[in-house]
Antibody
């Protein structure tokens, strides 16, 4: 079964750091482009970061310089390292797949992991 | 920066047809995708590449596009189609994405 399972969310103080994980099964993470998308409580979807199959990475302006996307091919897992967290980073964080070489974007989503930034 | 504009809410009578639109300059250069999200659940892809439907998505869902506007049409809306719908495309750089603000569909 093709699926994504996120973990690592929690309550963190402003200025703190957190690493989210997204374990994939049924497909190879490094053969696709993968993104993190977040959703603040009661709000819409916001794209956060992208890693291409070739390894290039891109970020939304709101997280550039604070967040880092990466993957571990041996574990078939995607990560999001989040530093200097702010209250406005509070959201459910989803990982999602884009099929490389096609226009099939965000076709598989994880269940999400909640990040709450508060003192 | 790129933006995609959606109407906040629409309603449709059971069995009738509703069209949701999404406007933005990025749609002139990049394909639109559409996602359905029900409360407490992750989004699911319902249309990609403007007009393509993933397997398992009912054929009452269809997509179209013209100029800077993409549309999602539900023909014969069912109670289970009540949800938030988001459009999405690449942003103007081509290396990021933008989502619309979402349209809440109510089935009466």
């Amino acid at each position: 079964e093709v699926q994504l399972v996120e973990s690592g969310g929690g309550l963190i103080q402003p200025g703190g750091s957190l690493r989210l994980s997204c374990a994939a099964s049924g497909f190879i993470v490094s053969s696709n482009h993968m993104s993190w998308v977040r959703q603040a409580p009661g709000k819409g979807l916001e794209w956060v970061s992208l890693i291409y199959s070739g390894g290039s990475t891109y970020y939304a302006d709101s997280v550039k310089g604070r967040f880092t996307i990466s993957r571990d091919n041996s574990k078939n897992t995607l990560y999001l390292q989040m530093n200097s967290l702010r209250a406005e980073d509070t959201a459910v964080y989803y990982c999602a797949r884009g099929v490389t070489g096609t226009v099939r974007e965000f076709d598989i989503w994880g269940q999400g992991t909640m990040v709450t930034v508060s003192s | 920066s790129s933006e995609l504009t959606q109407d906040p809410a629409v309603s449709v009578a059971l069995g009738q047809t509703v069209r949701i639109t999404c406007q933005g300059d990025s749609l002139r250069n990049y394909y639109a995708s559409w996602y359905q999200q029900k409360p407490g659940q992750a989004p699911i892809l319902v249309i990609y590449g403007e007009t393509n439907r993933p397997s398992g998505i009912p054929d009452r869902f269809s997509g179209s596009s013209s100029g800077n506007t993409a549309s999602l049409t539900i023909t014969g809306a069912q109670a289970e189609d009540e949800a938030d719908y988001y459009c999405n495309s690449r942003d103007s750089s081509g290396n990021g994405y933008v989502f619309g603000s979402g349209t809440k569909v109510t089935v009466l």
